[in-house]
């Protein structure tokens, strides 16, 4: 955690440089699009890329924290190539899915 407002309920969080902010509905300001019913996420998934898998997976354990997507290894076509990827998806609380993914040779 890089610094958070409990009182606001608000974190923001970091990872090999990705950062992510996370604010509590009906906290200080909320920034609503449509209404706010759960499951919030609806299937959106926010990719983060990591040097590493390993590490999150084994912090994933220890936490007991489920996954919706176990770690796979998975090549995707990008323009005229193919990136190949080791990466897994948990879902946070409020139904948003993560996925982190590294980069493999």
Request: net charge negative; glycine share 8%; with cysteine.
């Amino acid at each position: 955690m890089l610094y958070d407002r409990p009182e606001d309920g608000f974190a923001c969080i970091e990872r090999d440089g990705a950062r992510i902010m996370l604010d509590r509905l009906g906290s200080m300001r909320d920034w609503l699009a449509a209404p706010a019913e759960r499951p919030f996420g609806r299937g959106m998934n926010l990719e983060i890329a990591v040097a590493s898998v390993a590490p999150l997976l084994t912090a994933m354990d220890r936490a007991g924290w489920p996954m919706f997507l176990p770690v796979e290894e998975k090549a995707y076509r990008v323009g005229d190539g193919v990136v190949r990827v080791r990466q897994f998806i948990v879902q946070d609380p409020d139904g948003y899915l993560v996925r982190f993914s590294e980069r493999l040779a």
